[in-house]
């Protein structure tokens, strides 16, 4: 064989190999695209849009300070209602100031400090999207550090999600308040199988908090509602977001649209007392959360 032959010959064993190679690679990403998605089940039934009608009252968000919190903020004072937001003394409130919303201070893992909040403003409504804040928790390890140092794991009782949400539902019954929307996750009680199963064991911490916080809140005698979101974009809005009770629909969704059901609900008398999944057709595909 000449030398030439032999040349071309290792070529295109390479060439073929790397072709092997990127399907593979293919296969393997479109399977965990696919394997994280909503696409198994297809809710038919969405509470109503209807028009909204206004509470009329003072209302407190916890949480605002970024994210869903603070779109649901920046909706609310849009159309004229009274708002609050709850912050910590160590948040970064530079965007609440710029929209001039009301703010009071305390941390909801310390009890007497959400008492303090409640007993001296008379909060009617109460919408939390309270969560462990990434600040908060410990720093990240990769999959081999994990299995070398062991998993490093966040106490719960310095997490907010149970206690922090458990403390605002009580001083909120306690004052009198009547109305509380509670955004959570989906993956917590009959919404468990709804969740991919990939994604379930990295997020068992904080569903069986949030879980725990859900029941609190049903048993409290608040008019609740609580809204289950998948996983969150940053991008706008898809216009087809809904709340639907079918505990086994899945599927991302752009923060901004659950901040838009959280208002669809409280303007809807027909969300009291109900929990629902958010569902957005439009974004049951993980990369989607990664798209504007
Ligand atoms: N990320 C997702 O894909 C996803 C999916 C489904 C559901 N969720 C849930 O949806 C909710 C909103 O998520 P998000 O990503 O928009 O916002 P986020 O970043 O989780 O915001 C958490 C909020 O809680 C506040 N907070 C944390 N600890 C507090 C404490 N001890 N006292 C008072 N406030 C405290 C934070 O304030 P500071 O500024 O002071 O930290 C911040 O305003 C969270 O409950 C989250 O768990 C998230």
Do not use: W
Request: hydrophobic residues 40%; positive net charge; proline residues 3%.
């Amino acid at each position: 064989m000449s030398s030439t032959k032999k040349y071309m010959n290792i070529i295109s064993i390479i060439l073929r190999s790397l072709c092997y190679l990127i399907i593979v690679l293919v296969v393997i990403v479109s399977s965990y695209i696919i394997l994280n998605s909503g696409i198994y089940h297809t809710p038919t039934t969405f509470l109503m849009s209807s028009n909204y009608v206004s509470p009329s009252n003072k209302i407190l968000i916890v949480g605002g300070t970024r994210g869903v919190g603070l779109e649901i903020i920046k909706k609310l004072l849009d159309r004229g209602e009274d708002v609050t937001a709850m912050v910590r003394s160590t948040s970064n409130v530079e965007k609440l100031t710029q929209l001039g919303v009301k703010q009071v201070v305390a941390d909801a893992l310390i009890k007497e400090q959400v008492q303090a909040i409640f007993s001296q403003n008379n909060f009617d409504t109460v919408i939390s999207t309270l969560g462990t804040s990434a600040k908060d928790l410990p720093e990240r390890q990769n999959f081999i550090q994990a299995r070398i140092k062991g998993e490093v794991k966040m106490d719960p009782n310095k997490r907010p999600d149970f206690i922090g949400n458990r403390n605002i539902i009580d001083s909120a019954k306690t004052t009198g308040a009547n109305r509380f929307i509670f955004i959570t996750v989906i993956g917590t009680g009959q919404s468990h199988d709804a969740l991919p199963p990939l994604s379930r064991r990295g997020h068992k911490d904080v569903i069986s908090l949030k879980e725990k916080a859900e029941n609190h809140l049903r048993a409290s005698g608040l008019s609740y509602t609580i809204i289950r979101p998948g996983g969150f974009s940053n991008g706008q809005s898809s216009g087809k977001a809904k709340l639907t009770e079918d505990h086994l629909a899945f599927s991302y969704i752009a923060r901004i649209d659950v901040a838009n059901l959280a208002i669809e609900a409280l303007g809807n008398d027909e969300s009291i007392d109900k929990t629902f999944n958010a569902y957005d057709k439009d974004m049951l595909y993980l990369h989607r959360m990664f798209m504007d």
